[in-house]
């Protein structure tokens, strides 16, 4: 049903968590809040003939993973914000089924039971109980995939089987794209305003990778009276990560800075990474390198979002 009103034009859309009517088991409401912490529009909501089910209801453990699903919900907020900004603009579903990606798939016409979230993120809903694996469709011939919390690419094309338990549900990150979050979550989203965004680029075949970010208010109309928002255009290129205004309108001001970067599929570690700023001085950047997962760090960065600049590896 969401892939289908989100296909209709309703973007901002999602599940009732729990069921609106009957008692989930743990289990089960543990797997709906991970469901619906990846979807538009996130709430729990039931009939009030149904029982008590606040999270901490139900032990320890439990609330734990579900804590721990709406904070990744939460650091993934930038990222959403965009998505929606595209749905505004140009009427893209903030979820969409894997076809409206990959028309020329055809085995993805019938699927239902796993979406995309944007161009980016691949989701995989875990739907049957006590389930130890799931086997998970990775569309297109070229792609390359990746795991969106371990970093490590995915070996294989087609049908995968991947394990799981009850603290995740699978989510992977389509190479060439780049995802925006921020680093750390708190009590609400205002309170996140001036927290430092975390970038991760995943590098498709091509080593290279694209992404963007909206940023505004974020409860104003000042976006539109005012011009007062920023859309920012990520690129990975020939070994240069840039940071570009995709929209010269945009005029807001932010103090919020990029504080790190991962670069997902790099296949040998760098001996130098460099910090250009538009109109301003050279500067080298701390940096690890995961050699196993071919992943590449930088750190302490201490970009402001809303100037360009651009990182130079090599």
Known sequence: MLLTIS?????????????????????????????????????GHANMRTRRREPWLFGKENTQIIRDAIKER?????????????????????MRPLWVEFPKDLKTFGIEDEYMLGNALL?????????????????????????????RRLEGQGTLKIPVTLNSI??????GTIIPLKTSVGKSTEWMTDVPYEIHAALDYKESATGELYLDDGHSFQYL??????????????????SRSADEKGQFHTKC??????????????????????????????????????????????????IDWEIEIK
Not at 16 to 28: A, H, K, Q, T
Not at 77 to 92: M, N
Not at 170 to 175: E, L, N
Request: proline share 6%; net charge positive.
């Open 257 to 306: 800075i990029v504080e790190k970067v991962l670069i997902l599929g790099i296949k040998k570690q760098p001996s130098s990474v460099t910090a250009r700023i538009h109109d301003g001085k050279d500067k080298a950047v701390d940096f690890t390198y995961d050699a196993k997962n071919s992943v590449l760090t930088l750190k302490k960065l201490s970009l402001n979002i809303s």
């Open 74 to 94: 939460y650091a993934l907020l930038p990222y959403l914000y965009s998505l929606f900004y595209r749905a505004h603009t140009a009427a893209e579903p903030v």
């Open 123 to 151: 989701v995989y809903p875990v739907t049957e109980s006590k389930a130890t694996a799931v086997n998970v469709f990775l569309p297109g011939s070229q792609e390359i995939w990746y795991n969106f919390r371990s970093f």
């Open 7 to 43: 296909l209709a034009g309703i973007s901002f859309c999602g599940a009732d968590v729990g069921g609106f009517i009957g008692n989930p088991s743990p289990e089960l409401l543990v797997r709906w809040y991970q469901a619906g912490a990846l979807q538009p529009f996130f709430r």
């Open 225 to 242: 009276h005012k011009k007062q928002f920023l859309l920012r255009k990520f690129t990975f290129q020939e070994h240069v990560f840039s």
């Open 170 to 175: 699978p989510v992977i990150q389509r190479g």
